[in-house]
């Protein structure tokens, strides 16, 4: 996926996330263009790019949370979600408990989920 702004394309999320908050800006005008060749346009809040940004970053985890997931016999998909909750946990504010009642509706094993939140805690929080 190429995403793409009237300042410069970016390969990731990340990119994009990084050069917002440089130049601090609250949202940005972007194009998608999809490996299928379809595109779509549109303007990103912050907060939905950090949320992209977030799921490329459990990716780079992916191999940790297979081995997790075999190991406790849970569903991959499970493993990700609690993942991904826990990274938003460390990137946006949870007033309203919304993120943290997510995360307690994800049936899994508390054991299970300790150690999602450890190994996310040590290799993504900044």
Request: aromatic fraction near 6%.
């Amino acid at each position: 996926m190429e995403i793409k702004t009237k300042h410069k394309k970016f390969k990731s999320f990340t990119d994009l996330y990084s050069f917002m908050v440089d130049g601090h800006l609250e949202e940005i005008s972007v194009t998608m263009k999809y490996p299928d060749g379809t595109k779509s346009n549109g303007i990103m809040p912050i907060d939905m790019v950090l949320s992209f940004k977030c799921i490329e970053d459990i990716k780079s985890l992916d191999k940790e949370l297979k081995e997790l997931a075999t190991k406790h016999n849970e569903d991959i998909n499970k493993v990700r979600e609690i993942a991904e909750t826990y990274n938003e946990m460390n990137h946006f504010d949870d007033e309203e408990g919304e993120i943290q009642s997510q995360l307690e509706n994800i049936e899994s094993s508390n054991e299970l989920k300790q150690i999602i939140q450890q190994l996310v805690n040590e290799r993504l929080q900044a």
